[in-house]
């Protein structure tokens, strides 16, 4: 799909943030291993949930959709696993896969797991190493990973410096053993935010967790117990409307979002206030303004998510911004920050990286009348619509419906903004 973005003159809008996909994946794992019924309000409509979804059916969890909007009944199986040893298919989402593989893994046998894009591409290095400690297979064929179990209590060293998808893989699934476990989290621990979305997920669903520093205490034999809850909105999606705002001379508005702070992500107030925008929090939510913008220092070690849309707003931030710890971009849908750096070239931009840093200079004209590429990366699309929307004339988007994998109806609340799209 190709979406072109025209030159527009953004207005005053308040968007309706999306339930967030963090919370989603959680929630849903959480309540299919209760022993019960859960209720799980404002759950999020995308490829990537979908995707853990029929995965969790091959378990043998039942979801019910009721005649409330977005809302879900999950009638959890506890620790029971009805896997057929069918091929389990992960789509493009990395924490279906990182969330599930010990998930299945807590029975004997082996599970069958693929995926499309670059999902199997992306290193799993991580559950090699420590499935292979246990003796147990963990191989990928082709486009297919064996993975076996039972997985075993222990101790556990994981590198905090990789995904947190693993460490809140093991977080599910070892309370379910008899014995307890350990998990080292080995400095420095980023993305550490995402790991405390874990722990509070568990706790709703009665699962304890003793943390002390870098280390993870996991009674085993809990019992997950059936929960209500409502999913907050997106906090990562919020950055491409701040993103809007401070690029524009509008006033944005967000709501559904708790404040709570649970999502890392909802740092994306706090940065763009760093670099001269104004500001206000709401009780659902913040509004945006362009303010005084000017380059600074962001370090992304615990919101990397937000790069490819602060890396765009930086474009309109006079001086120059340095992006500290983005190295983990380079391994996601797709390198971030190798396709934010093509794709605001051919805008004009000044965007220069190494391996972990990012450096986006002030670029006094967006260049219009260019195609861009998508990059089959729901951020890249969306980081780039907005972007062109400040340009000189009409930029093309090639691959625009990556966007479904986080925010389906990404453009339609774009248009509400004022941002014209064809």
């Known amino acids: 799909m190709k979406k072109i973005v025209y030159p527009s003159s953004l207005h005053n809008a308040k968007i309706e943030l999306p339930a967030s996909k963090s919370l989603s ?27 853990t ?8 969890v039942v979801f019910e959709k009721t005649d409330a909007e977005e809302t879900l009944l999950v009638h959890g199986i506890g620790k029971e696993n009805h896997y057929d040893g069918s091929l389990l298919d992960c789509n493009e989402s990395g924490s279906t896969l990182r969330f599930m ?14 995926g499309h894009g670059k999902l199997m591409e992306r290193p799993q290095s991580v559950y090699e190493d420590l499935f292979h400690k246990q003796g147990l297979q963990f191989e990928k064929k ?10 075993k209590a222990g101790t556990y060293h994981i590198r905090g410096d990789v995904s947190s998808q693993f460490i809140t893989g093991l977080l599910y699934a070892l309370p379910l053993l008899e014995e ?47 929960f209500e809850d409502t999913i907050e909105g997106d906090a990562s ?5 701040a993103e809007a705002a401070c690029l524009s001379e509008a006033e944005i508005e967000v709501s559904t979002l708790s404040h709570t702070r649970i999502q890392g992500d909802e740092a994306a ?44 707003l930086a474009s309109g931030c006079k001086g120059t911004t340095t992006f500290l710890h983005a190295g983990r971009l380079r391994i996601k849908e797709s390198d971030r920050i190798a396709a934010m750096e093509t794709e605001m070239r051919k805008l004009g931009c000044h965007i220069t990286s190494d391996p972990d840093t990012v450096t986006v200079s002030y670029t006094e004209k967006i260049r219009g009348n260019v195609t861009l590429d998508g990059h089959n990366d729901h951020r890249i699309v969306m980081s780039l619509a907005v972007l062109a929307s400040a340009a000189d004339g009409p930029v093309a988007i090639e691959g625009a419906e990556a966007i479904t994998k ?15 799209v064809q």
């Open 237 to 241: 999606q919020m950055a491409f409307f």
């Open 406 to 420: 986080s925010y389906p109806s990404f453009f339609e609340d774009l248009e509400k903004t004022g941002v014209k």
């Open 269 to 312: 107030a706090d940065i763009v206030r760093k670099l001269g925008a104004i500001v206000r929090e709401t009780e659902t939510g913040y509004i945006f303004k362009k303010g005084d913008m000017h380059g600074g220092v962001v370090d992304l070690a615990d919101c990397p998510d937000l790069g490819p849309a602060l890396f765009a």
């Open 142 to 151: 082709d486009s297919i990973l064996f993975v076996e179990g039972p997985l």
């Open 180 to 226: 307890s476990s350990t998990l080292i989290v080995e400095p420095p621990f980023e993305s550490a935010s995402y790991v405390a979305m874990t722990i509070s997920s568990l706790k709703k669903a009665g699962i304890v967790i003793k943390q002390n520093g870098l280390e993870f205490d996991i009674p085993g034999g809990q019992i997950y117990q059936p």
């Open 25 to 51: 994946h959680r929630a849903l794992s959480a309540a299919s291993l209760a022993e019960g019924t859960s209720i799980l309000h404002h759950v999020v409509d995308n490829k990537d949930t979908e995707a």
């Open 101 to 114: 593989i010990p998930l299945f893994a807590l029975s004997r046998g082996v599970t069958k797991f693929t």
């Open 53 to 60: 979804i029929s995965v969790l059916k091959k378990r043998g």
